[in-house]
């Protein structure tokens, strides 16, 4: 007898996970997984002791605490360029992995469909096979990460009920434009679809580049669930606090889902957050720069040791053409870079469904400038340390 739910049949653990694990084994450093090892912000931090002091142990409602959800509406208000009503259309959540997956489960079905752009972030296929969502995939075209709006438009047919748009793009960090994201947009209104738009990394933009929110564009507006939260930019990731914005309807949903699943994420961590989001705003212009470094850095090994890289526009991942070093592939690769550089990566098949990937690998430069400077040596040296015949 299968001991198992046939739900999870195929699943199996991660590339990503495996390099990390493998990493810690030989005692290497990880630029594999998007752990985001750098110091917390020290506000987030003491938001959260003086919660705890405080004696907020207990759940907070399922959609968060008040001043958390206030303080989202401001931000996104500011920041992103739309309004969300606290109180109706904001839902904080366990982490934005956490609120993809109650936004999938309050408005998708089994055997609803779903468009991803290739390469994809894993837990979004992940969460949608989960829950019996069929799924699509178009391919942007690198190394500029194009999109054929006719190939998208063949991709959409009468069972799709929505695509995700990750913007910045994790693993490729491709910034959608506007004129991009009105054209999903117009697509989504014809077919009767939603775009949930995961922008976990919507500070981290390169060379004057500028993030936009579907929810922002008066015609997408109803359309878009929009996902992020503060593990990147408050280097919290083992914290989970997410969040949702939605119309009203939609967000009810979402809140009712997170409440089932989780009922409410960690209250004295929302309270830390929400004292987090009184930073000045120089703080997230000096993060960005202090990345666009990072990337600069990492391309420049890369290049040294004979790889192609795909220098991001934002978020902090990196994609680099290993063709030229001649492994049967990227999981060969990757294996070698570990075993002799003592640097772990993610073989790019973790990211695409449709057999792509395969001469590709991901970095993450979200570490302290020490321990990545140090990873770029090891990775220049690796060229000479791999010549093959």
């Known amino acids: ?136 995939f178009v391919p942007l075209r690198g190394p500029s990460w194009e999109i054929d709006f006719d190939e998208l438009a063949a991709a959409f047919g009468p069972r799709t009920k929505g695509i995700v748009v990750c913007t910045p793009s994790n693993p490729c960090g491709k910034v959608f434009r506007r004129e991009e994201l009105e054209k999903i947009g117009a697509l989504c209104r014809t077919h009767g679809a939603l775009a949930y738009t995961d922008e976990i990394y919507e500070y981290i933009v390169y060379d004057g580049r500028h993030h936009v929110s579907m929810a922002s564009i008066e015609s997408c507006h109803d359309l878009a669930i929009t996902i992020s939260g503060f593990s990147k930019t408050f280097s919290i990731t083992g914290w989970r606090i997410g969040y949702v914005t939605a119309p009203a309807d939609i967000a009810k949903g979402i809140g009712l889902v997170n409440d089932l699943l989780y009922v409410c994420a960690p209250t004295p961590l929302q309270y830390g957050v929400a004292r987090g989001l009184e930073v000045e705003e120089s703080y997230y212009a000096e993060m960005a720069s202090d990345y666009q470094a990072k990337r600069d850095m990492l391309a420049e090994a890369l290049r040294a040791s004979g790889m192609q890289p795909c220098v991001p526009e934002g978020a902090y991942y990196m994609l680099a053409d290993v063709t030229g070093l001649g492994f049967g592939g990227a999981r060969e690769a990757a294996d070698a870079l570990l075993a002799e550089a003592k640097v772990a990566s993610v073989p790019g098949t973790a990211f695409y469904a449709s057999g792509g990937g395969d001469q590709l690998l991901r970095f993450c430069f979200a570490k302290d400038f020490e321990p990545l400077e140090q990873a770029c040596r090891q990775i220049r040296q690796f060229r000479a340390a791999s010549v093959r015949t």
Do not use: W
């Open 1 to 136: 007898m299968n001991r198992l739910a046939d739900r999870l049949e195929g699943f199996v653990q991660s590339d990503i996970r495996r390099m990390s694990r493998e990493c810690e084994r030989v005692g290497g450093i990880n630029l594999g997984q998007g752990i985001c090892d750098l110091p917390t912000l020290p506000l987030v931090a003491n938001g959260a002791i003086d919660s705890i002091r405080a004696g907020h142990a207990v759940y907070s409602k399922f959609e968060g605490i008040e001043s958390l959800r206030e303080k989202i509406a401001a931000k996104c208000e500011r920041f992103n360029g739309y309004r969300a009503d606290p109180a109706s259309e904001v839902v904080v959540t366990v982490g934005s992995t956490g609120g993809f997956a109650a936004a999938a489960m309050a408005t998708l079905n089994p055997g609803d469909e779903v468009i991803l752009f290739e390469p994809f972030y894993g837990y979004h296929l992940g969460t949608l096979r989960l829950l019996g969502v069929s799924t699509r």
